[in-house]
């Protein structure tokens, strides 16, 4: 009894002290961010690999030119972003072919990759031309968030879809996500169903994000992963009703659709670059009042993730400091 004791107190001062450590480190993070909110990366650019010039892009205050947008954050994806890519392009091509009013653009954002994803995504540039799918150059490596915002912010679509490099979750799942923004922009346009509306009413002027879910899978994932993922998934999940409130059962699934209007108000405000910045985009979507939906999607794990058991634990404590920098900035919030 005496050495359970003693084993039980030695694994508590354990815990205290590495919390102690993640404590220290996350009010450092926290402290940094605030003073250094700006987003000093790269312009953001596109080549045409044709001339090879490079020009800016457009951005998210312009009139919608394409109908949907897919924003691709790739950091180190030589190995999965081909088949990703193929399977992407193909959805869309035979779409476009089946309705002719139809557009749509690739956005592959590079962040700051070291290996050859930027000559794989130039592959694809070459094969379907410059207007269909696009690349754009981060120059160093930022984090997964601030790809997704440079993406946003200088897309075309009515529609903004996000979705990771790796293929995940099958492409074919936008139409869920995209059939349930325009049941619920109709209900809400205030034109109802009058004639007027069918000439005045675009998707895009409607502030509305779905995210996409992998929540109906979670109870097959507890049965058959490591405890301390479960743990962490847990303790995650409790975190993000804390500082985002709830809502979304599945904040961090890669795939995620916003309308123009809403990419706008969100993609222009956000500050997290790395990780967590989902939950800063439930916590936006609160705060400017714009509606979210979830619906189910199918995802499969690949092979080659980044994600380790440090990056996971600092998500869950990051997510629960990353409120300090906005509690002190929100009348800087863009309107």
Request: one cysteine or more.
């Amino acid at each position: 009894m005496g050495f359970l004791l003693t084993m039980m107190e030695l694994l508590a001062a354990l815990i205290l002290i590495v919390l102690f450590g993640l404590v220290s480190l996350i009010v450092f993070e926290a402290y940094r961010r605030r003073h250094n909110n700006a987003h000093v990366g790269a312009p953001a650019i596109f080549e045409d690999p044709k001339s090879l010039k490079k020009v800016p892009c457009p951005y998210i205050f312009d009139p919608a030119e394409k109908y949907l947008s897919l924003i691709i954050p790739a950091f180190n994806e030589e190995h999965r972003l081909p088949g990703a890519l193929d399977e992407t392009m193909n959805y869309l091509q035979q779409r476009a072919a089946k309705d002719k009013s139809f557009s749509y653009e690739v956005l592959i954002v590079d962040d700051g990759s070291r290996d050859g994803t930027k000559r794989v995504a130039f592959d694809f540039v070459k094969k379907y031309g410059v207007d269909n799918v696009r690349v754009i150059l981060l120059g160093k490596n930022h984090g997964k968030g601030e790809a997704i915002r440079k993406g946003m912010l200088h897309s075309r679509g009515e529609l903004l879809l996000m979705l990771d490099a790796d293929g995940a979750t099958k492409v074919t799942d936008l139409e869920k996500l995209e059939n349930q923004i325009h049941v619920v922009a109709r209900k809400d346009d205030h034109h109802g169903d009058s004639a007027a509306s069918d000439t005045t009413f675009r998707i895009s002027d409607i502030p509305l994000v779905v995210f996409g879910s992998r929540a109906h899978l979670e109870e097959k994932a507890l049965a058959t992963r490591k405890w301390y993922r479960n743990f962490l998934m847990k303790g995650f999940h409790l975190v993000v009703i804390l500082t985002a409130g709830p809502g979304i059962r599945d904040t961090q699934c890669g795939f995620k659709m916003f309308t123009r209007s809403a990419a706008r108000k969100l993609f222009t405000n956000i500050r997290l670059k790395r990780w967590c910045f989902d939950v800063e985009l439930v916590f936006l979507c609160k705060w400017f009042g714009i509606p979210m939906l979830e619906i189910s999607v199918n995802w499969s794990e690949i092979p080659g993730s980044k994600e380790n058991f440090y990056s996971k634990l600092k998500s869950v404590y990051l997510s629960f400091f990353f409120m300090q920098s906005h509690g002190q900035d929100m009348q800087f919030f863009r309107l």
